[in-house]
C-alpha cells in the first residue's frame, strides 16, 4: 500500500515528460514497449506502425513529445489534497515543512522519527518536500537523491514512522550524430545531445584532440549513450558506451569497458587505452593566443624576449586542469606570472607550470598530489597580463619544450586475458554505433 501512495504522486502531478528532441535532431529512436492495458495498445500500435513502413526511420523527422506510460490501478482510493514545497536557497526542513502546515513541535517529532534513516538537517535547496493527506493518514516525501526517497507517514493515535524508499530509475538507449560547422557545442544541441553528455565526449578524446585548436569545420561525431531519469521524468545523468570522433580527416573511436577489478575506462577498437600520460590541454575550451617561441615582443613590457609556453585565451574563472597526475611543488605568487602552481609529474622528469592565475582549486598547496584532469586553478590575469589567459609550460629535466610537440604515451591496454571478452563487447557497441537506426530502450 504505502508503494502505491508513492506511485500515485507521480500520477497525480503533472505528468512527467522525457525532454523533447530539438526539431533538428538526427537521433533516431526505437521502443520495447511493456505490453500492459491501454500502454502497451499504444506502444505496440506505434511499433506495427514501424514495421508498416519498413526498417528505416528517417532521423530528421522530429520526436514531438514523449510520455511516460504509467499503469492506472483498478480501485485505487483518490488522493484528498497534495501540496509541495520546493527548497530554497537557505531554507531550513522547518521552514518547507511549516509552510505544508505542520507546526514546528510537530517538525521536532517528524525529525526524531526520520533521524536513524536521514537526517533532515541535510536537506538542499532545489529539492522536494511533499504533503499527502488521505483518509486519516498523512505522509511527507522527500526527495533524497535520483535514487532514494525519504517517506514518513502518520495515522491517527500513531506517532510518525520513517522508511527509506528506493525510487524507479528509467533508462534510454540514444545514437546521436553530427558534423561540427561552427562550433562542437551547437553541432551537439541540434543532435540533441544534452551539455553533460558533450563534456563527456571531450573527456574520452581529450588526450588526442586539442578542442581549443584542432577542430575543423566538417568534422564529425557519433555517439552512443544511456540517459537515466528518476520516477519524475528528470534526467539525472548519463553515460557514453561508444563514440566516434572524425577530426581533420582522422577517426578515432572509444568503446567503454568495465574490467575484471571493476575500474571503467574507454579504450580504442583494438584495446589500447584511450588515456595518455598528459592531456593535450589543460584548458578545455580557449584559443591559442600566443605559442611557444624564442623571440618574442612582450606585450607589457614592449621588448623581445623568450616565450616559453603557450598562452591560453579564455574567459576568467575558466577552470584549469592538471595535465597529468603529480606533486604540487609551488603555489604561490611568482613575479610576472603571478598566482602561479607547478606540477612535478610521476616520472620526475617531467614538470608544468601555469601562470596568471586567478584563483587556486580547492585545496591546492605545496606538497598536495593530484590527479589527471583534476582542477588546480582558474584563468586569470595576475602578474604581468594584458587580459585573462592561462600561460602553460611543459619542462623536461626543468628545461622548458614547446608543449604542443610533446609525444604522449598511452596507458595500459585491455589485459590479454580480458581481451577476447572485450572484444565482443567492442563489436556489439560498434555495430550499434554505426547502425542507421538508433534506440531509445526503455529497461
Not at 504509467?70 to 480501485?75: D, F, M, Q, S
Not at 513541535?105 to 522536494?128: C, D, P, W
Not at 526527495?143 to 530509475?169: K, P
Request: glycine fraction near 8%; hydrophobic fraction near 40%; include cysteine.
Amino acid at each position: 500500500m504505502q508503494q502505491d501512495f508513492a506511485s500515485r504522486i507521480v500520477q497525480e502531478n503533472a505528468r512527467p515528460c522525457v525532454p523533447r528532441r530539438h526539431p533538428s535532431s538526427r537521433a533516431a529512436f526505437s521502443v520495447k514497449p511493456i505490453m500492459l492495458g491501454v500502454a502497451g495498445f499504444v506502444a505496440g500500435t506505434f511499433m506495427l506502425t514501424l514495421l508498416l513502413v519498413g526498417n528505416q526511420v528517417d532521423a530528421s523527422v522530429p520526436v514531438t513529445q514523449e510520455e511516460w506510460l504509467a499503469v492506472k490501478v483498478e480501485g485505487q482510493p483518490k488522493s484528498q489534497h497534495l501540496r509541495k514545497v520546493i527548497l530554497k536557497p537557505g531554507d531550513a526542513a522547518a521552514t518547507a515543512l511549516g509552510e505544508l502546515g505542520f507546526p514546528f513541535t510537530e517538525v521536532i517529532r517528524m525529525s526524531r522519527a526520520s533521524k536513524e534513516i536521514y537526517s533532515l538537517k541535510k536537506v538542499r535547496a532545489g529539492q522536494v518536500f511533499l504533503r499527502m493527506d488521505e483518509d486519516a493518514r498523512t505522509h511527507v516525501y522527500y526527495e533524497m537523491d535520483s535514487q532514494r526517497r525519504l517517506h514518513l507517514f502518520i495515522s491517527e493515535g500513531e506517532g510518525w514512522q520513517a522508511e527509506l524508499q528506493q525510487r524507479a530509475v528509467q533508462s534510454r538507449q540514444v545514437r546521436a550524430s553530427g558534423v561540427i560547422q561552427d562550433s562542437l557545442f551547437t553541432a551537439a544541441v541540434e543532435a540533441g545531445i544534452d551539455e553533460r553528455t558533450t563534456m563527456n565526449l571531450i573527456d574520452i578524446f581529450g588526450w588526442d584532440v586539442d578542442f581549443a585548436r584542432d577542430l575543423r569545420s566538417g568534422d564529425s561525431f557519433s555517439v552512443l549513450y544511456e540517459e537515466y531519469f528518476d520516477d519524475q521524468g528528470r534526467m539525472r545523468s548519463s553515460k557514453i558506451l561508444a563514440a566516434e570522433f572524425v577530426n581533420q580527416g582522422k577517426i578515432y573511436r572509444a568503446v567503454r569497458y568495465e574490467l575484471a577489478n571493476g575500474s571503467v575506462e574507454y579504450f580504442t577498437p583494438e584495446g589500447r587505452s584511450m588515456r595518455k600520460t598528459y592531456l593535450k590541454s589543460p584548458v578545455k575550451f580557449s584559443r591559442i593566443s600566443s605559442r611557444f617561441s624564442r623571440s618574442r615582443k612582450h606585450p607589457v613590457l614592449g621588448y623581445n624576449r623568450a616565450h616559453r609556453g603557450v598562452d591560453y585565451a579564455s574567459a576568467s574563472g575558466t577552470p584549469v586542469r592538471a595535465i597529468g597526475d603529480g606533486r604540487v611543488v609551488y603555489a604561490g605568487r611568482k613575479g610576472g606570472y603571478g598566482r602561479f602552481v607547478k606540477i612535478r609529474h610521476t616520472n620526475s622528469a617531467h614538470s608544468t607550470a601555469y601562470a596568471h592565475l586567478r584563483s587556486y582549486g580547492r585545496g591546492i598547496k605545496r606538497n598536495k598530489r593530484v590527479k589527471q584532469g583534476q582542477v588546480i586553478g582558474y584563468v586569470g590575469m595576475s602578474g604581468l597580463a594584458t587580459g585573462p589567459h592561462l600561460h602553460f609550460e611543459f619542462r623536461v629535466h626543468g628545461r622548458a619544450v614547446n608543449p604542443l610537440a610533446v609525444k604522449h604515451a598511452p596507458a595500459r591496454p585491455v589485459p590479454k586475458k580480458e581481451l577476447a571478452q572485450f572484444r565482443q563487447v567492442a563489436s556489439n557497441m560498434l555495430n550499434r554505433l554505426s547502425a542507421p537506426l538508433l534506440a531509445l530502450v526503455w529497461e
